[in-house]
């Protein structure tokens, strides 16, 4: 088999346990492939913390960020401690990390004393250290256990757009970074370890690909290099009836299309990056998601499915979003592209999906706010839209709270009217804001309260649990 690319999350590499797992299944499969390579995330929580210090850094809270990076540097160096690396590359390891966070507490330092000319690459730059610290980090274990293995850097190969935090890649651009510069290294055996998440502009400006960017940076490296498959390792046996967090009898499922996967993602599994599949997709690349801490699981395959027959429900997610409230109907253009470009204008994400209802007197929109951007983008954009509302004279009448929306997927759901008719029954007692078939036919969208979200969750994979 030629090319496999394998990305490791923030839990498999955040951990020595995680961290020796990788070691073993990365041996394992250069024994089978003939080109590998290996996408990292930053250590679990890492990029949230250096989100925090650019935020402290805005506040010139000096005490607040350096707090922050020297937490970071104990931590990162009790894990390379921990790890059975020879002297030589656990020195080198610490003085990369000293640099990098010197350099880094130095940016700290302007942003601190400017804040007023913030530049959005100033911001990724800092935020891109942790993944720059993680491939180091990964390499090394590598090179120790006998691999040619390098750590490399995403702003070299990864060109995007300037929408600095959810930036799109420019593919042949991209690709012919590849071409030049790390297919060489293929062909010489080299694994390298990419910095996920990461990328630049054509001039060199740090961008990312929004939050949980890395499964992105694996697919696009996926379709830039022809690789046979991608596989995701994450601390889940795959993609989930449910958010095991939230519904603990929810249980991995075996196979999946890129449709129920893409509707999956979009609708707020955080497994995956929404922007992922659809990649992945248009050159049939199979990608399977797998459980770093159990390898002995099959995991989750994506991929086309020609099957014609209903399945039921597989899956069910709850995700955020903005209901838009009037008591009146009429267009909707104008208030539609506020909200698009205000979500925009904050998180970098267009409102790619929205569920709209109108009567004769009233009308009623819902906007997903998408995971990549980020935990608090759904107060934020709330916040916002609500003084946009009360400000403009235009959009009178109109109202805005942030509402749920569950949804439920399964291959050709909306031939199965059954389904929808056992999930409103068993809801019957629940007020449903609006209820939405997606357009693939493969979701059905239920849009909530806030506080009835759980129950609906639950009811729902209910269904799941003893549909026959
Ligand atoms: N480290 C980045 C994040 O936390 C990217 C990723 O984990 O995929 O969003
Ligand atoms: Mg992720």
Redesign the pocket.
């Known amino acids: 088999m030629t090319t496999l690319i394998m ?1 490791f ?2 839990s498999a590499v955040g951990l020595n346990l995680g961290l020796t797992q990788m070691l073993s299944i990365v041996l394992h499969e250069s024994e089978r492939w003939r080109k590998l390579l290996i996408v990292v ?2 250590l ?5 913390q250096l989100l925090e210090a650019t935020h402290l850094a805005q506040l010139s809270n000096g005490r607040g960020y350096r707090r922050i990076v020297a937490n970071m540097r104990q931590r990162h160096i009790s894990l390379i401690e921990s790890l059975p690396l020879g002297v030589t590359e656990k020195k080198a390891l610490e003085s990369d990390i000293d640099q990098m966070l010197f350099e880094m507490l130095a940016v700290c330092q302007t942003l601190s004393d400017f804040p007023e000319n913030v530049a959005p690459e100033t911001i990724y730059g800092i ?1 891109a250290v ?2 720059r610290l993680s491939a180091r980090i990964v390499a090394a274990l590598l090179r120790q256990n006998g691999q040619r293995s390098v750590a490399i850097d995403a702003t070299d190969l990864i060109i995007t757009d300037n929408v600095f935090g959810n930036a799109t890649p420019n593919l042949a651009l991209t690709r012919q970074r590849i071409t030049e510069s790390l297919m060489p290294m293929l062909e010489r055996k080299i694994i390298p370890v990419i910095t ?2 990461i990328a630049s502009t054509q001039t060199g400006k740090i961008t ?10 694996a697919s696009i490296l996926g379709i830039c290099t022809d690789a046979a498959e991608v596989w995701i390792w994450t601390d889940v046996d795959g993609m989930m009836t449910a958010d095991p967090h939230e519904i603990s009898s929810a249980h991995s499922i075996l196979h999946m299309s890129y449709e129920e996967a893409a509707e999956l993602a979009y609708f707020g599994a955080r497994i995956l ?1 929404p922007r992922m599949i659809e990649p992945l997709r248009e050159r049939a690349i199979p990608l399977r998601v797998r459980n770093v801490f159990r390898p002995g699981q099959p995991g989750t395959l994506v991929q086309s499915t020609a099957s014609t027959l209903a399945s039921g429900i597989k899956a069910v997610t709850s995700i955020r979003g903005l209901g838009i409230v009037a008591s009146r109907s009429g267009s909707l253009t104008h208030i539609s592209a506020l909200v698009d470009d205000t979500l925009f204008r904050i998180t970098g994400s267009r409102a790619d999906v929205m569920i709209a209802s109108q009567t004769s007197s009233s009308s009623f929109l819902a906007f997903v706010i998408p995971t ?1 951007a ?1 935990q608090g983008a759904a107060h934020q954009l709330e916040i916002e839209i609500e003084h946009l509302l009360e400000q403009n004279e235009e959009f009178a009448g109109w109202s805005a709270r942030l509402v749920n929306i569950v949804t439920a997927i399964g291959a050709h759901l909306d031939h199965q009217y059954t389904m929808t008719v056992e999930i409103l029954r068993r809801l019957a007692d629940i007020k449903l804001l609006a209820i939405s078939h997606g357009i693939g036919g493969c979701s059905i969208s239920l849009v909530t309260e806030v506080e009835d979200a759980d129950t609906v969750l639950n009811r729902v994979h209910d269904l799941i649990l003893t549909q026959p």
């Open positions: 990305k999350g923030g995330s930053a679990d929580g890492v990029t949230d935020v942790g993944e996920g998440f990312v690909l929004g939050r949980g960017g890395s499964d992105y940076t990056h990549s980020g």
